[in-house]
């Protein structure tokens, strides 16, 4: 009886010995790298929704959530057709899950589109999107929320 006890804890040792080891410093590098792109990309609606999963959810400030790609679309493509348009973005921070399949990046914005009168308006804010690393080893956007400094 004993023998069976030793026999199976030296076997869940091996197993997770044998589990595959994640960089984790990798990883947040590699989701930086992927938010720094995306925020490159804001003003190409094609090239902003290539960063998204098929089931992704957008939660923008003072408008509902959009959910999946065609909602994500239309949502983000009447906001980037506003006249004066332009966004930007920075992270400052990365997590990573242990099993490197799941992490997310915070960090802060700038949203500036013009007024009624034509105006440049700009507004700040912070954000945090969650990501999901793909079968591809792709990082993809799974929620993204972002809301307003205050005045």
């Known amino acids: 009886m004993k023998s069976n006890w030793l026999i199976l804890a030296t076997l869940a040792l091996l197993a997770a010995g044998c589990a595959p080891q994640v960089d984790l410093e ?3 590098t590699a989701l930086l790298t992927a938010d720094e792109a995306w925020s490159q990309s804001a003003a190409d609606l094609d090239g ?3 960063f998204m999963a098929d089931d992704a959810s957008l939660l923008p400030f003072d408008a509902p959530i959009a959910t999946g790609k065609e909602a994500i679309r239309a949502a983000f ?3 980037s057709s506003a006249p004066g348009f332009a966004l930007s973005w920075s992270a400052t ?3 990573v899950s242990r ?4 992490g997310y990046t915070i960090g802060a914005f700038e949203l500036t ?3 009624a009168e034509g105006n440049p308006v700009t507004t700040t804010g912070k954000y945090v999107t969650v990501w999901k690393k793909q079968t591809d080893g792709e990082w993809k ?3 993204d929320i972002f809301n307003r400094d205050a005045p």
């Open 26 to 28: 990798a990883e947040r």
């Open 48 to 50: 902003f929704m290539s």
């Open 77 to 79: 493509s009447a906001l």
């Open 93 to 95: 921070g990365a997590e």
């Open 99 to 102: 099993a490197g399949d799941l």
């Open 113 to 115: 589109v013009n007024d």
């Open 141 to 143: 956007v799974v929620a």
